[in-house]
């Protein structure tokens, strides 16, 4: 009895750990989400938000299923599925028995977790390919091309595993029958036509999407820290790959107590996701936020450049302005307005080398263009405007970033 319950006490004191850690990552990721936002909203306004910051909205509401069903399987099913027992276990259990009940829930909330996860996983994969068509817009075919390829990629996936999870059991009651034992394929907890689909599609998806930007970047004539900075922003989505494995070789490994842990990194793994989906743009945020009170530390120098009315940056979407002695004409173009960026911000394509294009204004060079550098269909010119000549001493008017 004592015995009994000293595992009673453990489970709970494992439930309570496992429950804490749930709802902690949660918080932080939705602040996160929050702060992405909060980005994009100071940089463009609601009206031009885009697909990728509806779609991470989308990943959060399957993230707080997600988790919602992780706290259910201790809270409610007490940690039992239809896995895990054996043949004499199976028969000893009626339906009227509370273990009974719990396991069949238990079972019910394994299909629901997959199900739910598939969703969150594949949206913000969708969400960041959605940046990348915005980082490229008004680029040439050859870069956007492996995006579109990326969401063939990623849409193939999903299918893929939802088809799996839905038809790999049948008939699909067998997901939470107890007795007789209905075989792996309905174990979902531990089923291997799922756990296999889901690594294979994950894996296949995430090292396809981090190999998109970054070998355009490393091409790039960016300086070398700010490549790796960009690369470590970047590459973020490694984690989630190493967190996909890790739950994958636990299920494969212990089938019998290995689901408790594949569960755990699962949540890890959609946590790690919904940080690095949106990182580029709270790295950018933070960056603002750091500049501002450390100063030119954390800032970058800026200057004034010509290039293509679709110009956008990482962190806003069209080059946000900073600087508080310009004024910039209203334009009917929405993102074209403000044509200040930072070093940092410069969009990270192979042969739009923003270093190299020649700045605005400046005297005795006679060229519209650097030599290796990108034909300019639509041009604006920016006026600096010397408050002291103009104003007559006066306070400076305010400036709006539009």
Same mark, same amino acid.
Request: with cysteine; charged share 15%; aromatic share 10%.
């Given at each position: 009895?004592?015995?009994?319950?000293?595992?009673?006490?453990?489970?709970?004191?494992?439930? *309570?750990?496992?429950?804490?850690?749930?709802?902690?990552?949660?918080?932080?990721?939705?602040?996160?989400?929050?702060?992405?936002?909060?980005?994009?909203?100071?940089?463009?306004?609601?009206?031009?938000?885009?697909?990728?910051?509806?779609?991470?909205?989308? $990943?959060?509401? !399957?993230?707080?299923?997600?988790?919602?069903?992780?706290?259910?399987?201790?809270?409610?099913?007490?940690?039992?599925?239809?896995?895990?027992?054996?043949?004499?276990?199976?028969?000893?259990?009626?339906?009227?028995?509370?273990?009974?009940?719990?396991?069949?829930?238990?079972?019910?909330?394994?299909?629901?977790?997959?199900?739910?996860?598939?969703?969150?996983?594949?949206?913000?994969?969708?969400?960041?390919?959605?940046?990348?068509?915005?980082?490229?817009?008004?680029?040439?075919?050859?870069?956007?091309?492996?995006?579109?390829?990326?969401?063939?990629?990623?849409?193939?996936?999903?299918?893929?595993?939802?088809?799996?999870?839905?038809?790999?059991?049948?008939? !699909? *009651?067998?997901?939470?029958?107890?007795?007789?034992?209905?075989?792996?394929?309905?174990?979902?907890?531990?089923?291997?036509?799922?756990?296999?689909?889901?690594?294979?599609?994950?894996?296949?998806?995430?090292?396809?999407?981090?190999?998109?930007?970054?070998?355009?970047?490393?091409?790039?004539?960016?300086?070398?820290?700010?490549?790796?900075?960009?690369?470590?922003?970047?590459?973020?989505?490694? !984690?989630?790959?190493?967190?996909?494995?890790?739950?994958?070789?636990?299920? =494969?490994?212990?089938?019998?107590?290995?689901?408790?842990?594949?569960?755990?990194?699962?949540?890890?793994?959609?946590?790690?996701?919904?940080?690095?989906?949106?990182?580029?743009?709270?790295?950018?945020?933070?960056?603002?936020?750091?500049?501002?009170? !450390?100063?030119?530390?954390?800032?970058?120098?800026?200057?004034?450049?010509?290039?293509?009315?679709?110009? *956008?940056?990482?962190?806003? $979407?069209?080059?946000?302005?900073?600087?508080?002695?310009?004024?910039?004409?209203?334009?009917?173009?929405?993102?074209?307005?403000?044509?200040?960026?930072?070093?940092?911000?410069?969009?990270?394509?192979?042969?739009?080398?923003?270093?190299? =294009?020649?700045?605005?204004?400046?005297?005795?060079?006679?060229?519209?263009?650097?030599?290796?550098?990108?034909?300019?269909?639509?041009?604006?010119?920016?006026?600096?405007?010397?408050?002291?000549? *103009?104003?007559? $001493?006066?306070?400076?008017?305010?400036? $709006?970033?539009?």
């Amino acid at each position: 009895m004592s015995t009994d319950s000293a595992t009673d006490e453990a489970a709970q004191a494992a439930f *309570h750990k496992s429950t804490v850690e749930h709802w902690t990552l949660y918080a932080i990721g939705v602040t996160v989400t929050l702060l992405r936002t909060y980005a994009r909203v100071r940089a463009v306004g609601f009206r031009h938000l885009q697909a990728e910051d509806l779609l991470v909205w989308v $990943g959060i509401v !399957f993230y707080t299923a997600q988790t919602a069903l992780a706290y259910s399987v201790g809270h409610v099913a007490h940690g039992l599925a239809n896995n895990g027992l054996t043949d004499a276990q199976r028969a000893a259990l009626s339906p009227d028995d509370p273990e009974y009940r719990a396991a069949v829930i238990g079972s019910k909330i394994q299909v629901a977790g997959w199900t739910t996860y598939s969703v969150l996983m594949w949206s913000l994969k969708l969400s960041m390919l959605a940046f990348y068509l915005r980082l490229t817009d008004g680029l040439g075919q050859r870069y956007r091309n492996p995006i579109y390829v990326g969401f063939a990629l990623v849409v193939g996936t999903f299918l893929v595993s939802a088809i799996t999870i839905f038809a790999a059991c049948r008939p !699909f *009651h067998k997901y939470w029958q107890i007795n007789p034992d209905p075989g792996n394929a309905c174990q979902a907890a531990i089923s291997k036509p799922i756990i296999w689909a889901s690594f294979a599609s994950n894996v296949s998806t995430d090292i396809y999407l981090i190999l998109i930007p970054i070998p355009m970047l490393w091409k790039s004539r960016l300086k070398l820290m700010k490549k790796i900075a960009a690369t470590v922003v970047f590459g973020a989505g490694l !984690f989630v790959l190493v967190c996909a494995i890790l739950k994958s070789v636990f299920v =494969l490994v212990d089938p019998v107590d290995g689901a408790q842990l594949a569960g755990e990194w699962g949540n890890r793994e959609a946590f790690v996701a919904v940080v690095t989906t949106n990182l580029p743009m709270v790295f950018h945020l933070f960056r603002s936020w750091l500049s501002r009170l !450390f100063g030119t530390a954390f800032g970058s120098s800026q200057k004034t450049y010509k290039f293509p009315s679709g110009f *956008h940056t990482i962190g806003g $979407g069209a080059g946000e302005s900073s600087s508080r002695n310009r004024r910039v004409p209203p334009t009917v173009h929405p993102i074209s307005a403000n044509m200040t960026f930072s070093e940092s911000e410069e969009r990270i394509v192979d042969d739009v080398k923003m270093n190299n =294009l020649e700045a605005f204004g400046a005297p005795g060079t006679g060229r519209d263009h650097p030599p290796g550098g990108i034909v300019v269909s639509n041009q604006i010119e920016i006026t600096h405007e010397n408050r002291n000549s *103009h104003l007559g $001493g006066r306070d400076q008017p305010r400036g $709006g970033n539009w």
